[in-house]
């Protein structure tokens, strides 16, 4: 009787410990107060305004599972839900580039990554036009993974935290609070990172997108950027292409665990590499989790 | 009595030009003055029950009748307009929400008033059919404008050019109608409502063509410079906004810098608003802010003169009238002498002869106190938009 | 059913005429011409009978029924229901057509409705006047014969039992005038009707039944003025 009794209480706490560890949990219906939502672009967005605003309010990613969000075109359907939202978290740096043919609120709109607006890289190699009598307008843009920088995605929480003081300011005292803490983690994860890549430089960097960019330039490990599939076999050409880069060492930095044919290649070719998971969707629950995958993928690289 | 009322009318049948035109006469001077007033009073409640909602509007510097006008009727005669990024200045200085109006363009005699969505809400406007602007190109359209012109969700309406010579600038656009609002009663009635971007396009500052880079438009190409293509002013400019080819649109530059017409504030409280107006009086004088109440009252102050004066003016012509109304009536009865010589021999009572004498008289000044009664209800279901019309031309 | 008239007295405050007549016997069916000089008081007599004027002493009776005992309204009223009125200038109203001229007096009589059978009635008296094709003509567009007959078509529509006729032909030409009294004395004479009619035409006497001569009725003092 005792021991069943021990069994249920620790069982009670440990339950109780989980729920009360990071706010991973998606907030339930039940818990939920009100009807009033917010819409964030992506992962880390909709991750950083649950974790500010509590279970009160849902945070909504309108894009679908297994779909790049910077790649994402919303439909009727999506718009008018978007205009119904209280406020929409956007990246800025262009990433949605969806947002001047759809007809929103400005009052709505949070570019969270702005205020470092002067930080953002801009790309090179983008083809540009002109015609007509008007002259030149180029079409250049930036790179829009922001939040792969620790440093500026913590720039990216305060704005969301800012934006949610204005629309709720009942709840500043708590969203103070909670910025408090994610800004503890980002800034842990900052270090995390920082200390993982800097053996890496012994390494010539092969990133499978160029979506790195904001990482590469903040943990200072610069490399070339090809346009592979982890789940696409690449080219005779690619696959020339990759052998051709001159190094000693090679790390392939995939975005995704790639298939094991061309793991088998690329261990014929001797390239080494890691997942670096950018987390642009992925369940609210595990973006910090990854983070901390990718920490020890990338620890454990040396 | 029955009789009697019927030789009454005969009478009348009898002599119905004269007593048409004296009836039109006296149902003129009664009921003009009560026509005016009528008006003039509903018109003053409406235009100022609408400046009362949108009691502050802003705009570049200038005549605030004319912003006012503009912004609350989207009738306005100038062409000033203040950048896009007043929008976010505003927004930032946390006193008030900000709506923007764009209203320069047509389509035949309505406006296209450019806006965000936050205007419906901001109107308590709703939806009869269909739904809210999306993307670009749509547009929704007041019960007036579907009214009159035919137009139902699924249709299109084109913009019309500001001149007949503008063939660099502002070219029509087709837009789709995606729905159409429930009568307000109101200016947005009669207004058609597309995103604020939209406008953009229509005014050249956007717009989507076919792709460059790739062989088809090699026609096109003029040279490749690095990563620049110039093409020449052949590229086909799309003139309706479809699915397919949305993401084909773009805006020259940066949209900050778009203008718009007017904004309307939404002040967060009353002191933000007081703030607000206290911020943009005394720190700004490269934008203007309005009490749009005040300028419509003084614009009916206006109103109310002229008004009064042209009462007067009808009030001396009614006596006139009346005094020629008695003449004729006068005159009837004595040409009428014979006739009741004639009823008074055969037998008629004095009662019967003096129904018949009055009746002519009662006859048209009931028949004109009804048409008078009947014209003033029309005039004030009917007459109020054409004074606004009036007014605002 | 006699028109009786005794020791009449009358007079004019205003122009101080004085009428003084004897008796006045009138058969039913009969028909009477009334001639005298101008002055001598016929119009002033055919009131008094009418009722239109009231006389200051004698008795005036039709059928029996004293009308000078009557007060003004009844007198009006025994007028419209009892007596036809016809006049020299017609006395129609031009606003009405033919067959409202005729209804006229049914119109104003109390207690009398234009029922279709009245209507019926005043047709077919307009027909043996002549005038049934121009029933709904306009008064304005009949020739002065045409109005006359009308005017005889009102007076008799209610059958009244005394027809008055003052100068009936004074307005027409030669060919109408014969033709309208004939009609006029025919109808009264079929139906047993008292006509008196007050003439200047000397060439119309032979159609009546007997001529009174206006001095004939007069008391020795004679009219005065």
Redesign the interface.
């Given at each position: 009787m005792q021991l069943r009794l021990s069994t249920i209480l620790f069982t009670a706490l440990f339950c109780g410990l989980l729920t009360a560890c990071g706010g991973d949990s998606t907030p339930s219906q039940q818990e939920r107060k009100t009807d009033s939502f917010i819409v964030a672009v992506n992962s880390p967005l909709q991750y950083f305004a649950q974790r500010l605003i509590g279970h009160e309010f849902e945070v909504r990613m309108l894009t679908p599972a297994g779909t790049d969000p910077a790649q994402w075109?919303p439909d009727?359907e999506d718009?008018?839900e978007l205009?119904q939202a209280e406020l929409i978290l956007l990246n800025g740096a262009g990433y949605s580039d969806w947002l001047?043919?759809?007809?929103?609120?400005?009052?709505q709109l949070v570019v969270t990554s702005v205020a470092a607006n002067d930080e953002w890289i801009q790309l090179e190699?983008?083809?540009?036009?002109?015609?007509?009598?008007?002259g030149?307008?180029?079409?250049s843009g930036y790179a829009f993974t922001t939040w792969m920088d620790m440093n500026l995605a913590q720039v990216q929480a305060k704005a969301v935290a800012k934006a949610l003081q204005?629309q709720w300011p009942e709840k500043q005292a708590d969203i103070e609070g909670n910025l408090a803490s994610l800004l503890d983690e980002l800034a842990a994860l900052d270090r995390g990172y920082a200390d993982a890549t800097t053996s890496l430089t012994k390494y010539q960097i092969v990133y499978s997108h160029p979506v790195y960019q904001y990482f590469s330039r903040r943990y200072g490990i610069p490399g070339i950027s090809l346009h592979w599939e982890p789940d696409v076999m690449p080219s005779d050409e690619q696959w020339r292409e990759l052998g051709g880069i001159e190094a000693d060492r090679t790390l392939f930095i995939w975005e995704a665990h790639p298939s094991s044919e061309i793991i088998e290649r690329m261990g014929e070719m001797g390239i080494e590499f890691v997942v670096v998971d950018p987390a642009a969707n992925i369940e609210i629950g595990r973006w910090i989790s990854v983070q901390r995958e990718n920490i020890a993928k990338l620890a454990a690289q040396k | 009595m029955r009789d009697t009322l019927y030789l009454s009318l005969q009478y009348i049948r009898h002599h119905r030009v004269k007593l048409l035109v004296l009836t039109f006469a006296i149902t003129l001077v009664s009921w003009l003055p009560m026509a005016i007033q009528s008006i003039v009073e509903q018109t003053a409640v409406q235009l100022l029950e609408r400046a009362q909602k949108t009691p502050l509007v802003i705009g570049s510097p200038g005549s605030p009748l004319e912003l006012s006008l503009g912004s609350l009727y989207f009738n306005s005669k100038t062409s000033s307009t203040l950048p896009y990024s007043e929008?976010?200045t505003l927004?930032q200085t946390?006193y008030a929400?900000?709506?923007?109006l764009h209203y320069r363009f047509r389509v035949q005699n309505y406006s296209v008033v450019g806006t965000?969505?936050?205007y419906f809400e901001y109107r308590a406007l709703r939806l009869e059919t269909g739904?809210?602007?999306?993307?670009?190109g749509?547009a929704v359209i007041g019960a007036g404008v579907a009214s009159t012109m035919g137009l139902s969700v699924g249709d299109h309406v084109i913009t019309s050019p500001e001149s007949v010579f503008d063939l660099?600038g502002v070219y029509p656009l087709k837009m789709s109608v995606v729905g159409v609002l429930a009568p307000s009663l109101s200016p947005d009635d009669d207004a058609i409502f597309v995103?604020i971007?939209t406008s953009w396009v229509i005014q050249g500052l956007?717009h989507g063509?076919q792709e460059?880079?790739n062989h088809e438009s090699l026609g096109?190409i003029l040279k490749r410079e690095g990563?620049?293509?110039?093409?020449?002013?052949s590229?086909r400019q799309f003139n309706e906004v479809t699915r397919e080819n949305?993401?084909s649109?773009?805006?020259?530059?940066d949209?900050a810098n778009n203008p718009i017409s007017a904004i309307i504030p939404i002040p967060h409280s009353e002191k933000s608003a007081a703030l607000l107006l206290g911020h943009y009086l005394e720190e700004r004088d490269d934008v203007q802010i309005v009490r749009s109440r005040q300028i419509i009252a003084d614009l009916l102050g206006t109103v109310f003169t002229v008004r009064d004066y042209i009462i007067v003016g009808i009030g001396l012509i009614a006596v006139a009238t009346g005094f020629v109304a008695l003449l004729v009536f006068y005159l009837s009865l004595r040409l009428r002498k014979g006739e009741r010589y004639t009823l008074a021999r055969i037998g008629a009572s004095n009662l019967q002869i003096q129904v018949m004498m009055a009746t002519e008289v009662i006859t048209v000044l009931l028949v004109s106190a009804l048409l008078s009664f009947c014209l003033t209800l029309i005039t004030r279901h009917y007459g109020i938009t054409l004074m606004q019309q009036l007014l605002l031309s | 059913m006699a028109l009786e008239l005794e020791n009449i007295g009358f007079g004019y405050a205003s122009d101080g005429f004085k009428l003084s007549l004897l008796k006045l016997h009138i058969q039913a069916g009969e028909s009477v011409a009334l001639v005298g000089p101008s002055g001598s008081g016929k119009t002033t007599l055919l009131n008094l009978i009418s009722g239109i004027l009231e006389p200051e002493q004698g008795s005036i009776s039709i059928a029996g029924q004293e009308l000078t005992s009557l007060g003004a309204r009844q007198r009006r009223r025994q007028r419209l229901k009892g007596m036809g009125m016809i006049f020299q200038s017609f006395e129609l109203l031009d606003y009405l057509d033919v067959r409202d001229n005729i209804l006229l007096q049914a119109r104003l009589a109390p207690g009398v409705t234009v029922t279709a059978d009245l209507e019926q009635r005043a047709l077919s008296i307009a027909s043996e006047l002549g005038l049934e094709d121009k029933w709904h003509r306009p008064i304005t567009a009949l020739s002065q014969g045409e109005r006359q007959r009308v005017a005889a078509c009102r007076a008799l529509l209610l059958d009244p039992s005394l027809v008055l006729a003052d100068e009936p032909t004074g307005n027409l030409d030669p060919e109408n005038k014969q033709a309208v009294l004939d009609h006029l004395i025919a109808l009264c004479a079929r139906d047993g009707r008292i006509l008196l009619v007050v003439t200047h035409d000397h060439s119309l006497l032979p159609s009546f039944d007997r001529v009174i001569e206006m001095a004939d009725l007069l008391s020795s003092e004679g009219p005065e003025r």
């Open positions: 075109q009727i718009i008018l205009q001047n043919k759809v007809s929103l609120s400005e009052s190699g983008q083809v540009s036009h002109s015609h007509g009598p008007q030149e307008h180029a079409h204005i | 929008i976010s927004e946390g929400r900000a709506i923007p965000s969505p936050g739904r809210p602007v999306a993307i670009l749509e660099a995103d971007k956007g063509h460059l880079n096109q990563d620049n293509i110039v093409a020449n002013a590229v949305l993401n649109f773009h805006f020259h530059g949209t | -």
